[in-house]
């Protein structure tokens, strides 16, 4: 029987369905500097502010007492504006559905892990809260005290690790932040060469650069990229002397802080009936044709930066295929089912931080494109 521990700490409103009441703090009517909506009690002011034609939609979560304070009593909706910190359930959207496929690969009495299905997020983001990895988790293990140690996007599939009480989060997070765990990943791409000589099964590349998140872009900056042949020294990691002078003195991190290394694992040509002729979701989204050669690869990042393996691969000329951000974005950035990005996170492997036990975690799924169980890692 698999275990499930729980250290909860009470919230001015519990979790609803898996997902945690949102925090929100009101202007101060007596500050000139707050603009108050020319409202001048907390209804009004949410109202104005959130939902100016649906009057009823707050004024009915006052009614249930669903808009707490900090120490969890009901707010008067005639309450005054004092720069006070209220707490409410958020109104949910319309989400598109995904699959909610998660077995468990590993569970003690601190973390669990589960094998996650492409499509769905990690965690609420965007137009997507309840239909999540986290919230689904929360509402079946019975467990509202789980929280991810760490993220896959929406578009990988594969290992991912959540904390199951909060003593656990502090030592696995900064287990992750010093880079200590072993994590690899399998994907599908086309061939691609160093120096001119495309890679051969065993050889590898290493590959290294800046990335920086853009704002108001779905796609990650990327600069200063270098190919090396074969395997690379990590990059270093900022001291905590280093991080605190540079904080002190205002300066920004400068130099590259994203490595992988990429691996040939076999070549292979596409078998035919795997995909359609074109994608019905994407038009734009190019689908191998059968009998295309193919590369499979296995991933190792030396750090953990956003989109990190999907931006290397792409620099090398060799995109992952079913990628529909890089190399560029799509005019229909929609994913395609019958191909997923083809991106698996294959393995986690780390000294447990907290009994010392060596863990190894090891995805089930297979990729859309790859050639059988005789070419898994």
Not at 34 to 50: H, I
Not at 217 to 229: G, N, R, W
Not at 284 to 294: D, E, N, S, T
Not at 339 to 365: D, K, N
Request: net charge neutral.
């Amino acid at each position: 029987m698999r275990r499930v521990n729980r250290h909860l700490t009470p919230q001015p409103l519990p979790q609803r369905k898996g997902i945690d009441a949102v925090s929100f703090t009101l202007p101060d009517a007596n500050d000139p500097t707050d603009n108050v909506l020319g409202t001048s009690t907390v209804l009004d002011y949410l109202v104005a502010r959130f939902y100016p034609h649906q009057y009823e939609l707050f004024a009915s979560r006052f009614e249930r007492k669903e808009v707490r304070d900090a120490q969890g009593n009901p707010v008067a909706p005639t309450a005054p504006l004092t720069g006070q910190k209220i707490w409410y359930y958020r109104e949910l959207g319309q989400e598109k559905p995904v699959p909610f496929d998660m077995p468990v690969l590993y569970e003690d009495e601190w973390v669990l892990a589960i094998d996650k299905p492409h499509f769905l997020p990690t965690t609420p983001n965007g137009s997507f809260v309840a239909h999540t990895a986290l919230t689904q988790l929360r509402v079946r293990e019975h467990n509202p005290a789980l929280i991810p140690i760490h993220r896959l996007d929406r578009a990988t599939a594969g290992v991912v690790l959540f904390a199951k009480v909060p003593e656990a989060r502090a030592p696995f997070q900064t287990m992750f932040q010093r880079r200590e765990p072993t994590k690899t990943y399998e994907a599908i791409a086309a061939p691609l060469s160093t120096g001119g000589t495309e890679l051969a099964p065993g050889e590898s590349l290493t590959v290294r650069s800046r990335i920086e998140n853009a704002h108001g872009s779905l796609q990650v900056a990327q600069t200063d990229i270098e190919f090396l042949a074969g395997d690379a020294p990590a990059l270093p990691l900022e001291t905590k002397a280093q991080l605190r002078e540079r904080r002190r003195s205002g300066a920004g991190f400068s130099g590259q802080n994203a490595q992988s290394r990429i691996t040939c694992l076999e070549t292979f040509e596409l078998a035919p009936g795997l995909l359609p002729d074109a994608s019905t979701a994407n038009p734009a989204l190019p689908l191998p044709a059968p009998g295309r050669r193919l590369t499979r690869y296995l991933l190792e990042p030396h750090t953990g930066k956003t989109h990190q393996l999907r931006v290397h691969l792409a620099a090398t000329g060799a995109p992952i295929l079913g990628d529909v951000v890089y190399p560029e974005v799509l005019p229909i950035a929609e994913d395609e089912p019958a191909l997923p990005l083809q991106l698996l996170a294959r393995s986690l492997s780390f000294s447990h931080p907290v009994t010392g036990q060596a863990v190894l975690v090891e995805s089930q799924r297979q990729l859309t494109l790859a050639p059988g169980p005789s070419g898994a890692p």
